[in-house]
Nanobody
């Protein structure tokens, strides 16, 4: 498995979760990595991206609440999610891109995907 996401679960509104995506070493060192999410009946949408050099991009809907980071020792990307809202409920996927896009928000820009982890925000 080249990308494997974990860390999802059930959390109350206002709570926090941290997602993790374990990435094989060769891929980790050569790729920009991102998180997407897909809610039932909706299209997959961009959440956040981190480049090889550590630059980050966020969807407006998560800016200020979510933080993406890279652990270059563990070959892992993390998504710290704070102040969670019911509308954050979705399956979250990690993905990699070979190309550093200026606007890295389209799922078609990513060629490898993890299996997804469910995040449910509900009281």
């Amino acid at each position: 498995v080249q990308l494997q996401a974990s860390g999802g679960g059930l959390v109350q509104p206002g709570g926090s979760l941290r997602l993790s995506c374990s990435v094989s070493g060769r891929i980790f060192r050569s790729s920009d990595l991102a998180w997407f999410r897909q809610a039932p009946g909706k299209q997959r949408e961009f959440v956040a991206r981190i480049t090889i050099g550590g630059a980050t991009n966020y969807a407006d809907s998560v800016k200020g609440r979510f933080t993406i980071s890279r652990d270059n020792v563990e070959n892992t990307i993390l998504l710290q999610m704070n102040s969670l809202k019911p509308e954050d409920t979705a399956v979250y996927y990690c993905a990699r891109s070979r190309i550093q896009y200026t606007t890295p928000t389209a799922p078609t820009q990513y060629d490898l995907w993890g299996q997804g982890t469910q995040v449910t925000v509900s009281s």
